[in-house]
T-cell receptor
Framework: KAGVTQTPRYLIKTRGQQVTLSCSPI?????VSWYQQTPGQGLQFLFE???????NKGNFPGRFSGRQFSNSRSEMNVSTLELGDSALYLC???????????FGSGTRLTVV | QQPVQSPQAVILREGEDAVINCSSS?????VHWYRQKHGEAPVFLMI?????EQKGHDKISASFNEKKQQSSLYLTASQLSYSGTYFC?????????????FGKGTLLTVNP
C-alpha cells in the first residue's frame, strides 16, 4: 500500500515569503504529525492533527500553522519565512491502535 | 525536555554488537526507536511501553528501565544494512499527548 506522500520534495523560497507543504497519510490513518529536522536541533515536534482537530502543538512561533482536511490530508504553512526555517519538514501518520509512526520522505525547504 | 542519547556515534565491523542508550529526566510512558538512513525517512523499529517487556526485531532488541527512565537499543551481529542514524522518541507519563520528543540521534556505521 502507498506510504506517506509529501509534496513538494524540494522548495527554495526567499525570506519574507510564505510556503505551504502538503502531506497525504497512509490510507486509513487519521493522525498526522509534523516535525522539523535540522542538523543542530534534530527532530522537533510541530503539531498533530486527528479528525481535523489539532490535539497538540510544539514550541514554534505562530508563523507555523497547519490544518487537516476531512480526507486526513494535512497541510502546514509557514508565513514570513526566515533563514532559520531552512530544514527538512517531515510528516508522519499513524493508525492509533497500531503503535509507531510512518514518516514521509519529507520536504526540504531552503530559505535564501 | 529532550532525551539524551549516547553514544553520539559508533563505528562497527560487520558482526559486532552495539548498544545505544536513551535517557530522560522526565517520567516516561513510552519510548520509540527509529532508524534513518541518509536522505531517507525515519523508519519505525519498535516501541517500549511503561510496564512492558523487552521487545525484539530480528537481531535488534530494546529494553526500558522505568526506574531510571532509560531505554537501551541492542544491535547484535550487526549487518551493513544496520548503518544509519538511530533516534529514540519519548512520550511523557500519562501518554496520549500525541507527540514524541526525539533525542539528537546516534550515527551507526557498519563497515565490512
Amino acid at each position: 500500500k502507498a506510504g506517506v506522500t509529501q509534496t513538494p520534495r524540494y522548495l527554495i523560497k526567499t525570506r519574507g515569503q510564505q510556503v505551504t507543504l502538503s502531506c497525504s497519510p497512509i490510507s486509513g490513518h487519521r493522525s498526522v504529525s509534523w516535525y522539523q529536522q535540522t542538523p543542530g536541533q534534530g527532530l522537533q515536534f510541530l503539531f498533530e492533527y486527528f479528525s481535523e482537530t489539532q490535539r497538540n502543538k510544539g514550541n514554534f512561533p505562530g508563523r507555523f500553522s497547519g490544518r487537516q482536511f476531512s480526507n486526513s490530508r494535512s497541510e502546514m504553512n509557514v508565513s514570513t519565512l526566515e533563514l532559520g526555517d531552512s530544514a527538512l519538514y517531515l510528516c508522519a501518520s499513524s493508525f492509533g491502535t497500531v503503535p509507531g509512526y510512518t514518516f514521509g520522505s519529507g520536504t526540504r525547504l531552503t530559505v535564501v | 525536555q529532550q532525551p539524551v542519547q549516547s553514544p553520539q556515534a559508533v563505528i562497527l565491523r560487520e558482526g559486532e554488537d552495539a548498544v545505544i542508550n536513551c535517557s530522560s529526566s522526565k517520567a516516561l510512558y513510552s519510548v520509540h526507536w527509529y532508524r534513518q538512513k541518509h536522505g531517507e525517512a525515519p523508519v519505525f523499529l519498535m516501541i517500549l511501553l511503561k510496564g512492558g517487556e523487552q521487545k525484539g526485531h530480528d537481531k535488534i532488541s530494546a529494553s526500558f528501565n522505568e526506574k531510571k527512565q532509560q531505554s537501551s537499543l541492542y544491535l547484535t551481529a550487526s549487518q551493513l544494512s544496520y548503518s544509519g542514524t538511530y533516534f529514540c522518541g519519548t512520550e511523557g507519563s500519562g501518554g496520549s499527548n500525541y507527540k514524541l520528543t526525539f533525542g539528537k540521534g546516534t550515527l551507526l556505521t557498519v563497515n565490512p
